[in-house]
Structures are given as structure tokens and as C-alpha cells.
């Protein structure tokens, strides 16, 4: 497939593009600043530019099969960021209604998972990143309303320990006891998910 991935210079991110490249993916990032990526340059196709500007995004988007999404805040978050999901997440639809792309695998929070009791993932959400937890619902409202095959995938917290390609998965809940995840895993889910159709308009809440 040809795949564009956004957030491209985060963690999760760097590993999507690695390991969609390991799965024979062409590859496509749009980042603001290409220098992060610079290890991948060559082999890779590098676009830049405003994340949160329709025409540009579709511009990209134009002849690629898929988009893989690690992009979101970084913690604390900025009073300039408060809506960046919700923004994000109206820009990417938009853009992939225009340019004719309509599977989409993304990235978003286990604290919506409003019935996970061990842990208790809304409820620290709401008391530690209220503004995270309102955001990210914004973003999930606005692709869910898209019409578009979306899989939204919530992990709990990222770390960053390699890829083990042994981690739970429950559709719709967050696995039981599922404290933490690495970025690698996160983006081996990522990469296998795109290609199933039994996923598609689906939640996903994965952990180690």
C-alpha cells in the first residue's frame, strides 16, 4: 500500500514509518519539520507543511491508499493546543473525503474507555488531563461522523521499550489490567490492522 503517516517526528510516529517500510509499504510523512526523519531520508517521501490546512493535506493524500496517524499534543498541553485534536481531526476528514482516501487507522487515548475499572482510565483522565480527555472525544466524534473506514485505537500509557508483537487486543474495552504499551507495539498494531475489514469503524483498546 502506499500510506501517508502524520505526526511522523513523534515516537510512535518514527516507529510507524519503520516498521510500515519493514512491511513493504511506501512511505509518505508530512511533517512541519522534516529534520527529525532525516535517518529515513531516501527512503522515504518527505512532504512539508501546515498539518491543519485542508488543501494542503488533500494535496498530499492525492494517490495513497491509507492513512496511519500517530499525530497528537504534547503533555503539558499548550493553551494554543486546547482544541488541536478536534482541529486536526475536521482537517484530516476533509481532506480525505476530497482526495478520495478513505481507510484511515489512528491514534487516540484509553481514557475515553469509560467503563475500564482496573485502571480506572476515565476517571484519572478527567482528574490529571481534562482537557486531553475533551479534545481526543472531539477528534473520535468527528471521524466516527465521517463515513470513512476508520479504526481509532486507544492505548493506555506509551513507553518506549521494542517491539515485542505480544500484546492484547479488545474491541471496544480496554484489556483488563492494561496499564501500558510500547510505541513499537503500538505501531506493529497499527500496520496489521490496515488491511482488515473487520476492523474498520471500530474502537480498539490495546496494551502489553
Do not use: C
Amino acid at each position: 500500500m502506499r500510506v501517508v503517516i502524520l505526526g511522523a517526528t513523534g515516537g510512535t510516529g518514527m516507529e510507524l514509518i519503520r516498521q510500515s517500510l519493514a512491511a513493504g509499504h511506501a512511505v509518505t510523512a508530512f511533517v512541519r519539520k522534516p529534520e527529525p526523519l532525516r535517518t529515513f531520508y531516501g527512503r522515504i517521501d518527505l512532504r512539508t507543511g501546515d498539518l491543519l490546512h485542508q488543501e494542503t493535506m488533500a494535496r498530499v493524500l492525492e494517490g495513497h491508499d491509507a492513512v496511519l496517524s500517530g499525530f497528537g499534543p504534547r503533555v503539558p498541553i499548550a493553551k494554543s493546543d486546547e482544541h488541536l485534536l478536534r482541529d486536526f481531526a475536521t482537517v484530516l476528514t476533509g481532506a480525505m473525503q476530497q482526495s478520495g482516501v478513505r481507510r484511515a487507522v489512528l491514534i487516540s487515548t484509553a481514557f475515553l474507555f469509560k467503563d475500564s475499572v482496573f485502571p480506572p482510565t476515565y476517571l484519572l483522565g478527567r482528574m490529571l488531563f481534562p482537557s486531553v480527555v475533551k479534545d481526543s472525544a472531539e477528534l473520535e466524534s468527528i471521524v466516527q461522523s465521517s463515513g470513512l473506514d476508520w479504526t481509532i485505537v486507544r492505548p493506555p500509557q506509551l513507553t518506549d521499550r521494542p517491539r515485542t508483537g505480544r500484546y492484547r487486543e479488545r474491541i471496544g474495552h480496554l484489556p483488563r489490567f492494561g496499564f501500558k504499551i510500547s510505541r513499537a507495539d503500538v505501531a506493529d498494531y497499527f500496520v496489521k490492522a490496515l488491511p482488515k475489514e473487520s476492523l474498520v469503524q471500530t474502537i480498539v483498546g490495546i496494551s502489553n
